[in-house]
Structure formats: C-alpha cells, structure tokens
C-alpha cells in the first residue's frame, strides 16, 4: 500500500499538467471556432478531469487508510512480542533460579545421606559395643548355648554343611580382660575327626590388648552342661607360653588351640546324654 502512494500522486501531477495544457489549447482554438462549441467542449472536459481527480483522491484515501491500520496494527503487534520477549526473559529467569535451588536441595539431599550413612554406622558399632559389653563374663565364665544341634549334627556328618566349624561370639575374659571366642567341630578335627567333637579356645586382637600382659596365662576350662543335671563333661588344659596361639595377636584372631576329643561322638546318642 505504501509502494502505491507515489505512483498515484504522479497519476495526479500528469492529470494536472494535461488539465493545464488542454486549457491552453482551448485558448488557441477558441479564436477559429464557434463560441458555443467551444464551450460545451470545455465544459465536458472539465467534468471528466474533475471525475478523474476525486476518484483518484479516493484511492489515496482509501490507501492512506490502509496504510494507518497496517501501521496500527504492527505498532500493536510490536508491543505485544515485546511484552512476549519481557515474559520470556522473566520465566528464563525464573527457570535459572529453579534449577539453582533443585541443585542447593540435591547437594543437601546428598549430605543428608551421607550423614545417615555415618550415623548407621554409628549405630551398628554401638550396637555391636553394647552386645560385646553385654557379653562380658566378669567372673570368667561364659555360656555358648547351640539351638538346633541335632540337625548341626547331622549336616556335619553328612558333610553337607559349608561350614565345618562354629565360632561362639566374641566375649571379654573381664572388663578390661581379653577378648577370646571359642570354636567347635561337630564332627571332630585333627585327630577326633569323625570319632569327637573338638573344642578350641581362641584369642582374639582385642580393645585393651596394650594394657594386659602377654602372653596369656590362665588355664582354661571347658563345659558339657548336661541339662538333665545327670552327667556333666569337664576338660581343661593350660597355655603352652611358646606357642603363637597365647601371643598377642597381630591379626583378627591366633590360631585356635584346645580339644580335638572334647566329647565321644558315640555318647551323643546314648539314652545317658540324651
């Protein structure tokens, strides 16, 4: 619409000049022809220019219309992607700032599980502190009750069983003692394999290890409670002071040391030990 602005005002300069030049021939023939003819001539001519000129100030005023809503209408549409653009700035903005704080809350969250990690262990290790303390025989004396023995028994004889020893939880000789466990073979070890159950006792590396004295010198005494108060089994040995079982251990535990023939296997079954 804009292109066509210039186009008709020199539509209307040349109306204008041949307006202006008709006159002037007007003027010319007037002299060689009839008065009246020459005015019905001029006067029709007058009226098909003055025609041609409203029509043609319609058009640029239809155009120049046109051409204020277009301008109205891109001047509104400016505004609103500018307001777009502001909206979106503002969001992307916001986006930035969300994903910031998902980050801050992943970093705690991350810290919190770490903390809860630390305070399992914690617990656990207290845990296995008071059930250790718990434990602790003051007066040198420690029962290790087995459930389900009959069916141990069998499976040690079998052979099916993956474990071919049982280790007693770890206990301390006193409060500040040694800490020991002992450790069992249903079907026998050594020398009483198949024939015995063997008995062992075993020094562990314990908490106060650098306060006692080494190496370990108390005899030890071994238990059968026959729970029907018939018959009780007793063995004991003292420590061999030269052997590394009695030293003071270097790794988690030394070398178990006892009785490979603790107890007849063949008494297990017998209606006296039953």
């Not at 029709?44 to 120049?64: G, K």
């Not at 809350?105 to 305070?119: D, F, G, S, W, Y």
């Not at 500040?176 to 026998?188: A, D, I, P, T």
């Not at 059968?224 to 002071?241: G, K, M």
């Amino acid at each position: 619409m804009v292109e066509q602005l210039p186009k008709l005002r020199e539509a209307l300069s040349d109306l204008k000049i041949h307006w202006d030049m008709g006159l002037s021939e007007g003027e010319l023939e007037a002299d060689g022809r009839d008065g009246w003819d020459s005015s019905a001539a001029h006067s029709l001519r007058d009226d098909d220019q003055v025609t041609i000129l409203m029509d043609v100030r319609r058009q640029i005023d239809t155009q120049q219309q046109r051409v204020q809503i277009s301008e109205n209408i891109i001047s509104v549409l400016n505004r609103a992607v500018e307001k777009t653009q502001l909206s979106v700035e503002a969001l992307e903005r916001e986006n930035q700032s969300s994903h910031d704080m998902i980050h801050q809350l992943e970093i705690k969250v991350t810290e919190q599980q770490h903390r809860l990690a630390r305070k399992d262990l914690v617990i656990s290790s207290l845990k296995g502190s008071l059930r250790t303390h718990q434990e602790v025989s003051y007066d040198r004396t420690f029962i290790w009750r087995l459930s389900d023995l009959s069916s141990k028994m069998k499976e040690a004889i079998s052979g099916h069983w993956n474990r071919p020893n049982l280790y007693s939880p770890a206990f301390y000789t006193s409060r500040y003692g040694f800490k020991v466990c002992m450790r069992m073979y249903l079907n026998g070890d050594g020398v009483g394999k198949g024939t015995h159950i063997s008995l062992f006792f075993v020094i562990m590396k314990g908490e106060y290890d650098p306060l006692l004295s080494w190496p370990f010198k108390h005899k030890v005494n071994f238990f059968l409670l026959d729970q029907n108060h018939r018959e009780h089994v007793i063995d004991a040995f003292r420590p061999d002071l030269t052997s590394s079982s009695f030293q003071k251990p270097f790794s988690d535990m030394n070398v178990a040391s006892g009785c490979p023939l603790f107890f007849p296997l063949g008494k297990l079954c017998s209606p006296k030990h039953a």
